[in-house]
């Protein structure tokens, strides 16, 4: 399939498609003529790829994954899993610093007339 399709199916622009190829992301793909043709595995890795973005991965990261699974032949389960288990833990902090802060500013609308004179 062309990459129009490609880029209906998944969501992905023609130019991330693109940039995709450009750094390793996804395999060139076959050429008839001038034309990049694609097949279903590229959709699901590229839809893939665009969830986990969605997700907060960034394409470094998700480098890192494709690296592996050409070096080893096989989805690196252990290394996806180690991502987003430290994913999972940023977000955690995250989330209670902004309880925290939440919190303090609830704190200072209290606060904040008492001080005035």
Same mark, same amino acid.
């Given at each position: 399939m062309f990459i129009g399709r490609v880029s209906e199916l998944t969501g992905a622009s023609i130019k991330a498609i693109r940039h995709y190829e450009s750094i390793? @992301?996804?395999?060139?793909?076959?050429?008839?003529?001038?034309?990049? *043709?694609?097949?279903?595995?590229?959709?699901? /890795?590229?839809?893939? *790829?665009?969830?986990?973005?969605? @997700?907060?991965?960034?394409?470094?990261?998700?480098?890192?994954? /494709?690296?592996?699974?050409?070096?080893?032949?096989?989805?690196?389960?252990? @290394?996806?899993?180690?991502? *987003?288990?430290?994913? /999972?833990s940023v977000l955690n902090t995250q989330a209670m610093e902004l309880i925290a802060q939440a919190k303090q500013l609830e704190k200072f609308k209290i606060e904040l007339p008492k001080s005035l004179p």
């Open positions: 390793g @992301l996804i395999k060139a793909p076959k050429r008839s003529g001038s034309y990049r *043709i694609y097949d279903e595995h590229d959709v699901t /890795v590229i839809a893939m *790829i665009r969830k986990a973005q969605t @997700l907060g991965f960034s394409l470094a990261e998700l480098k890192e994954v /494709v690296s592996q699974k050409i070096a080893d032949k096989t989805l690196p389960f252990d @290394l996806i899993n180690s991502l *987003i288990d430290s994913k /999972v």
